[in-house]
């Protein structure tokens, strides 16, 4: 049987600040991809980990102040390949790199990759991918050793790869991001990057430290692993975060601080966020 993800479709009003808050208490009880709408969001949760008691502790829900409903569906991988190859548009980054599926036609710019998304994340269109990529545009990586956390389809990885890092280790929790970042690795033509399934566990025998590492994943998971990221970061490193609001880059960086990774600059897009860090 194919693996599937579970579609809620929420309709929020008013819009904001209900979302925000909405998707905050959502990823702390296991949904992992979202998409914000004219109406409200699409969270999307993996079938097996859903349940009719999931949404009990959103406590947004039970507000006076919003309006929200939902409904909900099964989204089979099948169905979900489909529709991006229905909806994915290329989209260019700056005037250097530009992300395309392999049914668009090539252009000529310096970094040209080609993804194929199915159900991971990372095509390049949400602003905290965009964010991360104008990031990543401006850093030197030549025989750099990077790491990519919630790599997702592998978006930043072959960035890093074509970016000349000397090597890149991608990891993601969900097994359809490992699989297709490896395929989206061979349409690349990589042979740099080496891709994992599991969380920052994988980190904590490593001995070698990573000169950059890259995690665009959402702020609770963010603030629980600055730690193991700090750990794997080697003396002078790079810490590229992104996955959260604006609102809370003050609470990211409290943290980091923790851990002795300073600040050096954010960037803010559609009120997403991404922090430059330092570790000295």
């Given at each position: 049987?194919?693996?599937?993800?579970?579609?809620?479709?929420?309709?929020?009003?008013?819009?904001?600040?209900?979302?925000?808050?909405?998707?905050?208490?959502?990823?702390?009880?296991?949904?992992?991809?979202?998409?914000?709408?004219?109406?409200?969001?699409?969270?999307?949760?993996?079938?097996?980990?859903?349940?009719?008691?999931?949404?009990?502790?959103?406590?947004?829900?039970?507000?006076?102040?919003?309006?929200?409903?939902?409904?909900?569906?099964?989204?089979?991988?099948?169905?979900?390949?489909?529709?991006?190859?229905?909806?994915?548009?290329?989209?260019?980054?700056?005037?250097?790199?530009?992300?395309?599926?392999?049914?668009?036609?090539?252009?000529?710019?310096?970094?040209?990759?080609?993804?194929?998304?199915?159900?991971?994340?990372?095509?390049?269109?949400?602003?905290?991918?965009?964010?991360?990529?104008?990031?990543?545009?401006?850093?030197?990586?030549?025989?750099?050793?990077?790491?990519?956390?919630?790599?997702?389809?592998?978006?930043?990885?072959?960035?890093?790869?074509?970016?000349?890092?000397?090597?890149?280790?991608?990891?993601?929790?969900?097994?359809?991001?490992?699989?297709?970042?490896?395929?989206?690795?061979?349409?690349?033509?990589?042979?740099?990057?080496?891709?994992?399934?599991?969380?920052?566990?994988?980190?904590?025998?490593?001995?070698?430290?990573?000169?950059?590492?890259?995690?665009?994943?959402?702020?609770?998971?963010?603030?629980?692993?600055?730690?193991?990221?700090?750990?794997?970061?080697?003396?002078?490193?790079?810490?590229?975060?992104?996955?959260?609001?604006?609102?809370?880059?003050?609470?990211?960086?409290?943290?980091?601080?923790?851990y002795n990774l300073q600040?050096?600059?954010?960037?803010?897009?559609?009120?997403?966020?991404?922090?430059?860090?330092?570790?000295?």
């Amino acid at each position: 049987m194919k693996s599937s993800y579970t579609e809620y479709k929420f309709t929020v009003k008013p819009k904001n600040p209900a979302t925000e808050i909405l998707i905050a208490e959502l990823a702390e009880i296991g949904f992992d991809t979202f998409e914000e709408t004219d109406y409200g969001v699409l969270a999307y949760i993996p079938t097996n980990q859903d349940n009719d008691d999931i949404l009990k502790e959103v406590n947004i829900l039970e507000s006076i102040v919003f309006d929200i409903s939902f409904e909900k569906k099964i989204i089979e991988q099948k169905n979900w390949n489909e529709q991006w190859e229905k909806d994915f548009k290329p989209i260019e980054v700056g005037d250097k790199c530009r992300i395309r599926a392999s049914f668009h036609p090539k252009k000529e710019v310096k970094f040209d990759i080609v993804i194929n998304p199915k159900m991971s994340f990372g095509t390049g269109h949400h602003a905290t991918t965009r964010l991360m990529l104008n990031f990543i545009l401006k850093e030197d990586l030549t025989d750099k050793y990077v790491l990519d956390m919630g790599c997702g389809t592998g978006v930043l990885a072959i960035l890093a790869e074509m970016k000349k890092a000397k090597h890149i280790d991608a990891i993601d929790i969900d097994i359809w991001s490992v699989e297709n970042a490896k395929e989206n690795i061979t349409l690349n033509n990589c042979e740099k990057i080496s891709v994992y399934e599991g969380d920052t566990d994988l980190l904590k025998n490593k001995t070698a430290k990573y000169d950059v590492i890259f995690a665009n994943i959402n702020r609770n998971i963010l603030l629980q692993d600055m730690e193991a990221y700090a750990e794997s970061l080697s003396d002078n490193g790079i810490l590229l975060l992104s996955g959260f609001y604006e609102t809370d880059l003050s609470l990211i960086q409290q943290q980091a601080e923790k851990y002795n990774l300073q600040y050096d600059s954010h960037k803010v897009q559609e009120d997403w966020t991404a922090l430059k860090l330092l570790k000295n």
